[in-house]
C-alpha cells in the first residue's frame, strides 16, 4: 500500500498528508519502508539549492546540525503518523538525547534514516533514529515526541 | 533502593527539582510540572515500577502525596 494510512511506502505527496511538516521546514523526501507503529526507513536528498546552504557556508556548504536533527525527528515522526489513528496529526518535541554528528553533509548527499520507536503509549514516542550517507554514520538520536491530542486526555484534574 | 527513593528519583529525574522540595510538589506548581511533563513522569513511573496505571489514576495524579495513594492500588507500598 503506498501514500495511505497504514501504509508501507510513501512519497513526498504522502508524507505531506500524514505530517504537518511543510517547505522549507520539510526535509525527507521519501519513505521507502515502512512499518506503521515500528519502523520508517526515510530519504533526504540534499542539493545546493536547499536554502541554508549559501549561508551554511559560503566556502564551506553544509548541511546544519538542526535541519539534521529535524531530517532524523521527520522520519521517526512517520513510523506513528503512518497508523490510521493518527495520520495527519500533529506533534510536539518532548526531548532529544545523544544526538551525535560524525559526518558532515554536504550538497550531493542522500541521507538515509533507519527510525525505530522503542515505545508508543498515550500519544507519546520515543525511539532512535540514525542517518547515514553511504552507508557511513553521520547523525543519530534518542526522541521523544508527543501527540497534543492525546496527551489533553491524561492532563491531571485541577 | 527503597519505594520511597525510587519514586523521589523519578519526580528529581523528571522536574530537575533537589531531592528535598519533591514532597511540596503539585501539578502546575512548579512550571516543569505541565501537561507534557506530567506524561513523562507517568511513563518514567511505570517503567520504574513496571506497572500500567489506568486512565483515572493518571488524571487524578494531581501531587507527590497522592501519587504515592495511587500507586498503592498497584502495589506499590511505601512503608519505612
Not at chain 2, 34 to 62: K, N, V, Y
Amino acid at each position: 500500500m503506498h501514500n495511505e494510512p497504514g501504509g508501507s511506502s510513501f512519497d513526498i505527496k504522502g508524507i505531506l498528508k500524514a505530517q504537518c511538516n511543510r517547505s522549507p521546514m520539510l526535509f525527507i523526501d521519501r519513505v521507502c519502508e515502512c512499518v506503521p507503529g515500528q519502523s520508517a526507513r526515510s530519504e533526504k536528498n540534499f542539493t545546493y539549492n536547499e536554502w541554508f546552504f549559501p549561508t551554511h557556508y559560503e566556502d564551506d556548504p553544509n548541511v546544519p546540525g538542526f535541519v539534521l536533527v529535524e531530517s532524523l525527528t521527520q522520519s521517526f515522526l512517520m513510523a506513528f503518523l503512518s497508523l490510521p489513528e493518527h495520520f495527519g496529526s500533529r506533534t510536539s518535541f518532548l526531548n532529544i538525547k545523544d544526538a551525535t554528528f560524525r559526518r558532515r553533509v554536504v550538497p550531493g548527499d542522500r541521507l538515509v534514516i533507519d527510525s525505530q520507536i522503542a515505545s508508543f503509549k498515550r500519544g507519546i514516542a520515543r525511539g532512535t533514529s540514525i542517518g547515514r550517507v553511504d552507508g557511513e554514520l553521520a547523525v543519530s538520536a534518542e526522541v521523544t515526541i508527543g501527540l497534543p491530542k492525546i496527551l489533553e486526555q491524561y492532563k491531571p484534574k485541577t | 533502593m527503597s519505594n520511597l527513593d525510587t519514586y523521589t528519583s523519578a519526580f528529581v529525574d523528571a522536574f530537575r527539582v533537589d531531592a528535598n522540595q519533591v514532597a511540596a510538589l503539585a501539578y502546575q506548581s512548579i512550571e516543569q510540572w505541565d501537561s507534557l511533563g506530567h506524561m513523562q513522569l507517568m511513563s518514567d513511573l511505570e517503567e520504574r515500577f513496571d506497572i500500567e496505571m489506568d486512565i483515572d489514576d493518571i488524571t487524578d495524579f494531581s501531587s507527590f502525596s497522592k501519587g504515592k495513594e495511587i500507586l498503592g492500588k498497584y502495589g506499590v507500598t511505601f512503608d519505612a
